[in-house]
């Protein structure tokens, strides 16, 4: 199946919540006792859905074990429910999402999960809270399924970090990051090996980890004529690490940290510098591509 991803901004909404635990050998039929139990408490409560309702996993569906999930169903505003109900009336505040839709049983809806994950490393955002599924067509409705639509939601934000991987030595991967950095402008100021610096002052070992201290002169000169406190965002970190694979390379979002400053003389300076080090850290890939 296709996924299409999109990134949107959800409105804020009143939410009736309910927890309830769910089998994973057990899906289908947890998910229609999630429903039938949310209609019976709004109606209970007099309650007007305006949505589709939703499960929140706030950790990974286990093998066998069953969950405890938060059943959601988006609703008109109404007086609070009292506690006997076992739910409660929440509202949840615009937040930025990532959304695809998976059409079919749940058996494979793990495919849908993978897409969205491959499209968040590709697009530089990093989920900042557990999955939703929507069901748009849910098993309360339909007996094929074939016919099941569930949208799957992750809250998400712009990852802080640029970042290539390359299958390199860690000696070969600093040199040519330091070359890519240079051919696109940026000098190294500084160089802070964390792994000698950890096993010396405190015992610990870890992976090769270097941070590199990068400062674009000119970009650099009118951030400061811009706003003097634009040097607490100077130099620009890159960190390389070793992993099981081959080195990480990770520049830090000048976008990103400039938001700090509000100021908005910095922000066509700090878009310059990010598309200076996003072309660097390509430069990079492109190589690594070339040469395999």
């Known amino acids: 199946m296709d996924y299409r991803v999109s990134l949107c901004e959800t409105a804020p909404q009143t939410v009736l919540r309910v927890p309830l635990e769910i089998r994973p050998d057990l899906l289908s039929e947890g998910i229609v006792i999630a429903m039938e139990r949310l209609t019976e408490v709004a109606q209970r409560a007099g309650l007007t859905a305006s949505g589709a309702p939703t499960i929140t996993f706030h950790r990974e569906l286990p093998a066998v074990d069953a ?12 007086p ?18 990532a959304r695809t839709c998976h059409r079919g049983g ?38 094929d399924p074939r ?23 860690f000696p070969d991967a ?7 950095l240079q051919q696109h402008g940026f000098g190294v100021l500084t160089e802070i090996d964390v792994q000698a610096v950890l096993r010396e002052k405190t015992g610990e070992h870890i992976e090769e980890y270097l941070i590199l201290g990068a400062c ?44 700090a ?9 700090a878009a310059q510098a990010r598309r200076l080090l996003a072309a660097a850290l390509d430069s990079l890939r492109q190589r ?3 040469a395999s």
Do not use: F
Request: aromatic share 2%; net charge negative; glycine share 6%.
């Open 67 to 78: 969950i405890t999930v938060d059943c959601g169903l988006p609703v008109e505003t109404a």
């Open 261 to 269: 400053s509000a100021e908005p003389a910095l922000e066509p300076i």
């Open 147 to 169: 016919q099941l639509i569930t949208e799957i939601r992750i809250p998400v934000a712009p990852s802080p970090a640029i970042a290539v991987h390359l299958d390199a030595t």
């Open 80 to 97: 609070t429910l009292g506690p006997s109900s076992g739910a409660e009336l929440v509202i949840q505040p615009p937040a930025l999402i």
């Open 288 to 290: 690594a591509a070339s």
């Open 106 to 143: 749940y058996h494979d809806i793990d495919a849908a999960y993978r897409a969205l994950r491959e499209w968040l490393h590709q697009n530089g955002c990093r989920p900042i809270g557990p999955p939703t599924e929507a069901y748009l067509i849910g098993p309360d409705e339909v007996s």
């Open 216 to 259: 674009n002169p000119q970009l650099a000169a009118r951030a400061l004529a811009a706003d003097r406190q634009a040097g607490l965002l100077l130099p620009c970190n890159v960190v390389l690490r070793a992993d099981d694979t081959g080195v990480l390379v990770e520049a830090a979002d000048p976008e990103v940290l400039m938001r």
């Open 174 to 180: 600093v040199e040519s990051t330091r070359k890519a």
